[in-house]
């Protein structure tokens, strides 16, 4: 058997790449040793910038009506039980206000278990072959190709593919087998994560809310919406509790010593910290868990895993097609990897306390913006031309079109935004100026022959005048020439 790409792993992030690389028209072959997606909730805040990713994929409305049942569900609140909570107080206006006029999407809450199953769906129906219960447990890569051993219910079979993208989560058989080392600050403690179902649809009503924090003395944490209704998990630093005294800790956190629960999981783990020193080994990539993990408190690593399917796939895609130069792949490390380094070390600045400063500032200077994680870091080298300006501002939202950073969102019409211009090729924006050989769309904030290129990631390649050599920038980007 013959394909471009063979991806391990039917997680969001192997589900989103094999989503995206059909957007590309490569076909690709999925394996998932599990019969079925997650049952478990897991990741539930998908932020700005991969709803843009949805977006381009044209299913961002599926998502959000996957999302459907917690769209009231953003207020957090603490207490001393659910009961007796309160509402926190929420981002200044300004802030919210940016992110509006910065994207045409805003963050989705929608839980992993319900999210999953819709992307299986639509990759299928868009000629993905994914084959869960099936497993890769070997491979070997040439100069050419990549050779993986697959099991299946069927017995065993071999893969021959260009490449091979490991989205085998943090534990990655893949990155083992590779001899790929990691980084990071290790292990930061233990939690349990207990996942229930109990009839809180009349205890919620009038006190919705995405998380609330409960000074328990006992059993501290938070409660996490993930339908509104009967279905809860409780996250707390306190590990080692029997799994039979779970209901009475709950009753006594939520307030209600009558309330009937069901325990459907009781997980103790460790937050961590480890990004991998490479991205990529020859003819394969990592992706989401296998490159990084990172405690949840910043919502960034389903979000981080997502973004780099996000930067893979149209460079797979350009290579197999060959419009591009295989030096292109490499840039896959050198934009993800510090990316990924950003977004786990602000992970783990920050812990589970709702009251605690949520963003950056003089009173936490080491911490980065909030919105600077979803949607405005910048990408210093790469698969791109720098501009030689200041360092990226990690204080503040800014999309000014500079090369590293994602296009600036304009309403061109009702509904139609300058992001929806990017398709599966470069797209020209400029400011008035033609641009021979090419279809340059209007951009206000651009000087009359000013030009903007932009990647199928919807990330500024090269800002520079109209009557510059755009050919030579493309190859320059491309890796097809030095």
């Given at each position: 058997m013959r394909v471009p790409v063979i991806i391990s792993g039917g997680g969001l992030v192997g589900l989103t790449a094999a989503l995206l690389l059909r957007a590309h028209d490569v076909q690709v072959l999925l394996v998932e040793r599990h019969a079925g997606t997650s049952p478990l909730p897991k990741a539930r805040r998908f932020n700005t910038r991969t709803m843009e990713v949805y977006r381009q994929l044209g299913i961002a409305d599926e998502v959000q009506r996957a999302a459907a049942d917690l769209a009231d569900f953003q207020a957090m609140r603490a207490g001393p039980t659910l009961?007796?909570?309160?509402?926190?107080?929420?981002?200044?206006?300004?802030?919210?206000?940016?992110?509006?006029?910065?994207?045409?999407?805003?963050?989705?809450?929608?839980?992993?278990d319900a999210l999953e199953p819709l992307l299986r769906e639509l990759a299928t129906q868009r000629g993905a072959d994914l084959r869960f219960g099936h497993e890769l447990v070997g491979f070997a890569q040439n100069a050419r190709e990549v050779t993986a051993t697959v099991t299946g219910p069927d017995g065993a079979y071999e893969v021959n593919a260009a490449y091979l993208v490991a989205a085998d989560g943090a534990r990655s058989p893949i990155r083992e087998a590779l001899g790929i080392t990691r980084t990071g600050r290790g292990t930061l403690g233990r939690a349990t994560t207990v996942y229930f179902r109990a009839d809180l649809g009349a205890a919620v009503r009038g006190r919705e809310f995405n998380l609330c924090q409960l000074d328990d003395a006992r059993t501290p944490g938070a409660l996490v919406s993930i339908n509104g209704t009967d279905r809860w998990q409780f996250m707390t630093s306190v590990a080692g509790v029997p799994a039979a005294d779970w209901p009475g800790h709950l009753r006594r956190v939520i307030g209600l010593p009558d309330l009937g629960i069901e325990l459907i999981t009781v997980q103790d783990w460790e937050p961590t910290m480890k990004v991998a020193d490479r991205y990529r080994a020859g003819r394969v990539f990592l992706a989401g868990d296998a490159a990084h993990v990172m405690p949840?408190?910043?919502?960034?690593?389903?979000?981080?895993?997502?973004?780099?399917?996000?930067?893979?796939?149209?460079?797979?895609?350009?290579?197999?097609?060959?419009?591009?130069?295989?030096?292109?792949?490499?840039?896959?490390?050198?934009?993800?990897?510090?990316?990924?380094?950003?977004?786990a070390e602000q992970s783990s600045l920050r812990s589970g306390d709702l009251r605690a400063p949520a963003g950056f500032g003089p009173e936490r200077p080491e911490l980065v913006h909030p919105f600077v994680l979803m949607l405005s870091y910048g990408y210093t080298d790469g698969a791109l031309v720098p501009d030689g300006g200041p360092p990226f501002p990690s204080d503040r939202l800014e999309l000014i079109g500079r090369p590293g950073t994602r296009l600036p969102h304009r309403w061109l019409q009702p509904g139609v935004s300058t992001l929806d211009l990017c398709g599966t090729g470069f797209t020209v924006f400029s400011g008035g100026a033609d641009v021979p050989g090419y279809t340059a769309h209007p951009l206000a904030g651009l000087d009359h022959d000013e030009v903007i290129l932009v990647r199928p990631d919807q990330m500024v390649a090269w800002r520079g005048r109209a009557r510059d050599a755009i050919n030579q920038v493309l190859d320059r980007v491309t890796s097809r020439s030095a």
């Open positions: 009961i007796e909570s309160r509402v926190l107080p929420g981002p200044p206006a300004g802030d919210v206000s940016d992110l509006v006029a910065a994207s045409p999407m805003l963050p989705c809450l929608c839980a992993q949840p408190f910043a919502a960034q690593g389903a979000n981080t895993g997502i973004q780099d399917a996000h930067n893979l796939a149209w460079k797979l895609a350009m290579v197999l097609y060959g419009d591009a130069g295989p030096g292109l792949l490499d840039s896959y490390h050198t934009e993800r990897h510090p990316i990924g380094l950003l977004s």
